[in-house]
């Protein structure tokens, strides 16, 4: 017998909101597939069917979270944003869509998202950092910066966001103020780099 | 904000470096021009930063260049290699000064202060520090937004009626936007930059770390004491829902027809990082000045501004120990208003006890007293442990303090004798290294030389005996006769406690544990 469409959605979300729970209580290292298989109400070879791995559940709330972030952001633009204004909107409501994944965070992103060569690449991972720099792109060249797929100011832009993740992640100042100054700093870094003020711009000496 | 001004080079340079520091003894002028030249004019990192966060401003040189010249009185006659070591943790703390994020701006604005005081030199590091306006770096609309949601869960639009994106002033730990309410007011919002609070904690404890091998002769322990006293007062100005109990608690003190104007706070819309208050109309002091006020005018504000610190110390027990000229406005229809109460330190029991000990006898003209109590005040068992030299420049600073109170009839705030005489003494002292004394003294010094500050500007004259009188509630006279009668123990008419409230409440930030 085929079960429906929405049936597996349902399955799939009941699974993702058990995994969530589990992590958040216990910490991702400590919560096995087989706990969240046996919360979920399902079998574990179903579950495989679903998620290969609880890493991949993980990383699907993250991109879930940040997805919905950037839809947001789009809401909130007004237009007269600079482009540092905008990447900051971005990255601050992307963030506030992961603050209620954050306690089980820092494990995830950092096997997911690590920038070192890896035996396994996570696809989940893959999929945040393109979709992610998708976005960065459009803002870019809304303010007039053309910028090729992978290029130095794409690598470099990915380093400090990556930079910002592991800072936020483990923040413990009150509603992590302290990484929204971090935030600030390094979107203007960024900025003033990729509008080329580092050779001398006019305010040179 | 500094304006961005061409840089002058080198030997230019350093030749208005020089013109700064005192004329003696050539070759260490010159060493240590040199010094601070190498640190306070090197590149910044990214140029468009400059504006916030690097030491570059002409400003920022002036600072350093008082900065080093205090440091160096305190090794003037040390042997070369005691010279070289202190040397070299000059360079260090002044590398440090650039380095820190807000000090920076807190360096900057020291040299604005500085500037109205062409001749005080800062006499401790304890001092200069309190002196010091942390300044943020400016915030875009997006992050006041990202504040406001985490502060209120709404966006400013959605809070107030309207909001206008550009902020209209700078605040040290932040800046102010204009807004109006749904019921029609305008507010003054005060939001401060994420985060600043573990930077000032952070930057203090490194400049504490920095300055301990300088370790500054006896008076260390005292040191550290008054940059623990910093500290405190600091940590609190970040406190804004403090700031607003304040507020609250001075303009209390108020009726409509003292004319003078404490803003309203809007606590809901108020939490520790942001301050609504009811917005003021009118200018500060330069702009005032640039108008010609008449000498009617200036007297008029002299005599509120007086009234105001005065209502504030007797009443309310608390030294408005902020001299920022900005946080005085003057208002089109002729009253003061008074904004900021970030920077308030109220007395304890002892440290009031003692402020009316010294009263009594500069009243009673009591010399031995004044004399007994100046020894106190400087941490000192007798006269002969302190020496002869400290305790007559500590009391000429103490008496010139002190100078209107025994003044009848209009006191001219604007006599250019007068200011240089208190100037003088401060430098006198500041020489000689006498920088020992009670950490609430950084305060109550800041106190009187912000608002001397001000009313010298304004070339003002108020009846000052007058006012002490009507807000102390002591009766001189009575005082003085009294004093005749029954010798030393004169009794006085205490000032009614703070109202409302007892001891150790919340509401005492500046000393709040
Ligand atoms: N209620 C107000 N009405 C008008 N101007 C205000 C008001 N509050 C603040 N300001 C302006 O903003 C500036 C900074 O505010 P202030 O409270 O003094 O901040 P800080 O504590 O950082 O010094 C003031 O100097 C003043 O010009
Ligand atoms: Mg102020």
């Known amino acids: ?205 | 904000m500094p304006a961005e001004r061409p840089q002058k080079h080198g030997i230019e340079g350093r030749a208005s470096l020089l013109d700064l520091m005192p004329q003696q003894e050539e070759a260490a002028r010159r060493r240590l021009a040199e010094l601070v030249e190498s640190v306070a004019a090197r590149r910044p990192p990214t140029t468009s930063f400059s504006r916030l966060w690097i030491l570059g401003s002409l400003q920022a040189k002036v600072t350093c260049a008082y900065l080093a010249y205090w440091l160096r009185s305190r090794w003037a006659d040390a042997d070369e290699r005691e010279r070289l070591k202190s040397e070299t943790h000059l360079k260090a703390a002044l590398e440090l000064l650039g380095t820190m994020g807000y000090l920076r701006g807190a360096v900057m604005k020291l040299g604005q202060m500085l500037a109205t005081f062409p001749d005080a030199l800062p006499d401790e590091f304890a001092r200069l520090l309190p002196a010091l306006h942390f300044e943020a770096p400016p915030m875009h609309y997006a992050m006041v937004r990202e504040v406001f949601l985490d502060e209120f869960g709404k966006e400013p639009h959605e809070l107030f009626e309207s909001f206008e994106r550009e902020a209209f002033a700078a605040a040290s730990l932040g800046q102010v936007h204009r807004a109006r309410l749904r019921s029609g007011e305008l507010v003054a919002v005060k939001i401060q930059y994420p985060g600043i609070a573990r930077t000032i904690e952070a930057d203090l404890k490194n400049l504490r770390l920095l300055m301990q091998p300088m370790r500054l002769g006896e008076d260390w322990d005292n040191v550290v004491a008054k940059l623990a006293e910093v500290e405190r007062v600091l940590l609190a100005e970040t406190d804004y829902l403090a700031e607003a109990r304040f507020a609250q608690e001075v303009g209390n003190s108020f009726t409509p027809e003292d004319d003078i104007v404490i803003p309203r706070v809007y606590p809901d819309y108020s939490t520790r990082r942001v301050l609504t208050t009811e917005h003021l109309e009118g200018v500060h002091l330069e702009e005032f000045l640039a108008g010609n006020p008449s000498q009617e005018l200036c007297d008029r504000y002299t005599h509120l501004l007086t009234v105001a610190t005065l209502r504030a110390l007797y009443r309310t027990r608390c030294l408005l120990a902020d001299p920022n000229p900005g946080n005085y406005i003057f208002m089109p229809d002729g009253r003061l208003g008074l904004v900021d109460f970030g920077c308030t330190r109220r007395l304890t029991e002892e440290e009031w006890q003692f402020q009316c000990e010294v009263e009594e006898a500069l009243l009673r003209r009591d010399e031995e007293e004044m004399e007994r109590l100046i020894v106190k005040s400087s941490l000192y068992d007798s006269a002969e442990q302190m020496g002869r030299e400290r305790l007559e420049l500590i009391g000429t600073v103490i008496r010139w303090q002190l100078e209107p109170w025994l003044t009848d009839g209009l006191f001219d705030f604007g006599d250019p004798d007068f200011f240089r005489r208190g100037m003088d003494a401060m430098v006198g002292v500041t020489r000689k290294g006498f920088m020992r004394g009670m950490p609430v003294h950084i305060w109550t010094t800041r106190f009187i030389l912000g608002a001397r500050g001000i009313v010298y500007r304004l070339k003002g004259r108020c009846d000052f005996q007058a006012i002490y009188r009507r807000e102390s509630g002591r009766n001189m006279a009575a005082e003085c006769a009294e004093t005749r009668r029954s010798g030393r123990t004169a009794h006085v008419a205490m000032p009614p406690p703070p109202p409302g409230e007892g001891r150790g409440e919340g509401a005492d930030v500046g000393l709040g544990e």
């Not at chain 1, 469409?5 to 979300?13: F, N, T």
């Not at chain 1, 909101?17 to 919560?31: C, N, P, S």
């Not at chain 1, 797929?149 to 103020?177: C, H, K, M, P």
């Open chain 1, 1 to 205: 017998m085929r079960i429906s469409e929405q049936a597996k959605q349902l399955c799939r979300a009941r699974i993702l909101e058990k995994a969530a729970e589990l992590f958040a209580a216990r910490g991702f290292d400590q919560t096995t597939t087989r706990d969240i298989a046996l919360a979920a109400g399902v079998a574990a070879g179903t579950m495989f069917n679903y998620f290969p791995s609880k890493e991949t559940m993980a990383m699907t709330m993250v991109n879930e979270a940040l997805a919905r972030g950037r839809e947001e952001f789009l809401t909130r633009l007004e237009g007269s944003e600079s482009l540092e204004e905008e990447l900051f909107l971005l990255i601050g409501t992307e963030l506030r869509r992961l603050r209620p994944l954050r306690p089980f965070l820092g494990p995830v992103l950092e096997r997911s998202l690590s920038p070192f060569p890896r035996k396994s690449v996570c696809p989940e991972g893959e999929t945040a950092r393109q979709e992610h720099l998708e976005c960065v792109r459009q803002i870019m060249q809304r303010h007039g910066f053309s910028a090729p797929r992978e290029d130095v100011a794409g690598t470099i832009y990915w380093s400090l966001y990556l930079g910002i993740l592991a800072f936020w992640t483990g923040d413990d100042s009150e509603n992590q103020e302290a990484s929204r100054a971090l935030i600030d700093y390094a979107i203007r870094t960024f900025v003033q780099m990729i509008s080329g003020n580092v050779q001398g711009g006019p305010h040179a000496r």
